[in-house]
Nanobody, 121 residues
Framework: QVQLVESGGGLVQPGGSLRLSCAAS????????MGWYRQAPGKQRELVAV???????NYADSVQGRFTISRDNAKNTVYLQMNSLKPEDTAVYYC???????????????WGQGTQVTVPS
């Protein structure tokens, strides 16, 4: 059974920083990608950043230059360093991964439980 455990959310003043972590566990063989989405109240869930198995990254235009996604392969963990936070970054942030478990021939997608990030105006 795959589990994604997120941490690092919270309340931060505009201009501040937070680092989100998402640790995956559960007989993992390999990752296709690891990423972060967010959903603000009344809005659709949107992609924030993703990192592929080859190390390529992609960011939403709204966070480009402020957020950095990285991963620790040994720990099966993906991070999102968020700097220069703005009120419009307020949302629930979800970890999203696509991985293959040991003994499986297929990749499957998984979601974390979400962590709240609040940047007051």
């Amino acid at each position: 059974q795959v589990q994604l455990v997120e941490s690092g959310g919270g309340l931060v003043q505009p201009g501040g920083s937070l680092r989100l972590s998402c640790a995956a566990s559960g007989s993992i063989f390999s990752f296709n990608y690891m990423g972060w989405y967010r959903q603000a109240p009344g809005k659709q869930r949107e992609l924030v950043a993703v990192i592929t198995s080859g190390g390529s990254t992609n960011y939403a235009d709204s966070v480009q230059g402020r957020f950095t996604i990285s991963r620790d392969n040994a720990k099966n963990t993906v991070y999102l360093q968020m700097n220069s936070l703005k009120p419009e970054d307020t949302a629930v942030y979800y970890c999203n991964v696509k991985l293959r478990q040991i003994g499986s021939a297929f990749y499957s997608e998984y979601w974390g439980q979400g962590t709240q990030v609040t940047v007051p105006s």
